[in-house]
């Protein structure tokens, strides 16, 4: 198993948001979490790349115990996670942004050559600062930054905010790409459910910081409670 | 006016701004705000004095003075800065500002009541002056000055062309987007503290080539440092130098012409004017 | 907040408001044994007056920073427009000297509330602000030793007024900076429990919740600046005349300002006694290192160091908690 989550509690001062959340994620899998706002995803990843601690359980990453680790050694561990808010280094031009990526290798050519290859618009625009950039691109540029450290598994909090219907299309169609030509391993956590449970093959439906339902894209689409709640089928 | 106060003004503020570099760099990587900056300068100035009273030359002095200075700012930041980085945000700013005014006093009070009367002053060359284009230069503002551009120099290359400078920006534009692509903000603090201590330590050396470094100039150059930090924008190193380049003309042109006391009053009134008006500095944006 | 101020003000309702005073009674009491054992001694009786002007002005950045957090780096330069005013409209320009004293008092009030304007109108933050009184800090410095006509210059400046009355005898001068600190006492623990204390301490529970219960906050901030820089310039004015000298070292940042937060890192910052406990152990460091020459600067040092670092307990995490309450910026409040 490449990630395994084991009944993590996290929380902000004394406040627990996550209670006893379990999961995992196989290597070459794309695995969704589901939920509505404040249901405690961003809270469960947040945890998982080591910027919030957890108060109980384990997370454990290629069979490593990675919990409590800070986010720059996890980092390095090859989990790369993509923040909803990106933080992306907005003075600094695209190309340096992404060699920044390759931390703490050498930025590798090729790696640069396929991401620009997925996403064009990095490469035309490499001399331009992050700041710069449409919401769109940015969003490209910090999946592109994270792929340029050649991470195993790749974590994406709500990849679509702040994107128009159209572009959020355009970034599900990237990562499906990603998938079928490289076969990289995904966990994604997600408002918009009918594109995630379109890229994914499992997932996870997260309310009040418990784990209520799991089981494959299919099933959930079918699930009555699924389509009432986030597919908008009564 | 004497075109050689405009030079003598040009080299003064390129040492400025090398002395604020320092102290901009680590207030950018995670809101140091260095106050005892000048002294670790005149720290190492003073066991440089003490390499030269040895009489082992001039060079091993200099080296001397970078390498104290360069050991004080890593001292300081493995120890008595560690539970200021445990703080965020302005209380962290807060709390450096007053520990580092607390390690200000120490510096100062030691150097001042063991060596009161220790100076470091380096006769570079003969002492004479030389002609530059019609211009009069003291030998020992050549020497500074090429020094100090080598410095500055070396500064921008490594942070502009090497990965330890890359990631140096990357905690200044965003100290959680390092952390994700690998970068640990505590070692890059480190080396800038280093860093900044060398580069305090090697003004002490140029400074000593036209005028002595006393054990009680400490707290003057602290206070130009900031206002120089200031002018060019809390964080950016291009700021500070050329707000040191800028002050060090203005400087030494209204030292020549009005006198030194309003000298002072329009350099801290600079500072503050920045602050109301445009709080980025000179080449800030304001985000 | 520390210990001694939240018990004051936990349970203002079932105790008799008068209680909440009781500690300004007895500190006034105690300090009458001081002259009753060293009144006719010209060098206890100056120390002991001069912790009492530094507990003043301790007291006066307790309401400035203390309750509204603003960072005053130059409470000795706001002490010494008073200072050198007051003799300078007595003398040159003729005034008595109860109206030179108030209009002085008022020149330093009006200089700190503008800095309170200022830092309001362009939400400077805490480090801002230090950085811009500082230089107004350092910049008075350079004036009085510019204006030597005006001030003396580095020599400093004579008082004639007062001289020959009870201004200038031991006793009187302690009891005067002693009703004066009471009074400063009185009014930091009356503001502590009016409006203006209750907005503060609702800013630092829940800044969000304050903001939307109307407090004005910016209001409240430019009153704690002009009245704390009313309280410094009071008290330098009169420290001036009672004193017949003033120079610049009088009222420099490293005298003052230092001094100032050293004895509020020792005391604890905004609370009611902190500037009395944190004045009585600096006069002690202050006497034991008198022949220790530039190490007594080095010691300082250590101190400041120490004591905010929070090895003494209570003050460190005081000092956290507060900030963490008061900045609504800060970064802690945001997942909140």
Redesign the interface.
Known sequence: MLLEVEGLDVGYGSSTVVHGVSFHVAEGEAVAIIGSNGAGKTTTLRAIAGMLPGSAGRITFDGDEVLGEPTHVVSRRGLAYVPAERHLFPGMPIHENLSLGAHPDKPDPAQLARVFELFPRLEERRNQSAGTLSGGEQQMLAVGRALMGKPRLLILDEPTTGLAPKLATEAYDALAALRSDEGLTVLVAEQQVPLALGLADRGYVIEDGHIELSGSAADLRGNPDVQRAYLGIS | MNPAVIVDGLIGGLQLGLLAVGLTLLYGLGGILNLAHGQIAVFGGIVGAAVLDADLGMPAAAVAAVASALALGLVLDQSIMRPVYKRRGEERILLSLLVTLGVSFVIDGVLVWRYPSEALTMRVGTGGAVDVLGITIRQGSLWASAITIVAIGAVIVFLQYTRTGRAVRSVIEDETGAQLVGVNPATVRTVIFGLSGALAGLFAVTQSMTSPVTSSSGVSYTILALIVTVVGGLGSARGALLAGVLLGVVNAVSAAEIGSYITAIILLAAAALTILLRPAGLLGTTR | MTAALSTVDATPTRRPPWLAYAPIAVIGVLSLIVPLVVGDSRTWMGVATSGLLFACYATAFNVIFGSTGQ?FLCLGALAGVAGYATPILAEDVGLPLVVALLIATALSAGLGALFSW?SVR?S?????T???TL??S??FG??L??QRDLTGGETGLRIATGADTWLRELVPVYLLFLVLLLAYLGLFQWLQRSHFGWAFRALRDDPVAAELAGIDVARYRIWAGGIGSAMLGLAGGLWAVTEGFVSPTTFAF?EVD?ET?VIL?FGGIGTLVGPVIGALALTVIDELLRD??????????????TL???FRRGVGPA??DM??RI?P????DR??
Do not use: H
């Open positions: 960072l200022i362009r400077l933050g805490v480090i801002f230090g950085i811009v230089t107004f350092l910049g350079n004036l030793l510019g490293g230092v937060l890192a220790a020459g530039q190490l007594r600067v080095a010691v300082f040092g250590v101190i400041l160091i905010f670092l929070g000092l956290a900030f963490r900045l910026t800060s970064l802690v997942f909140t």
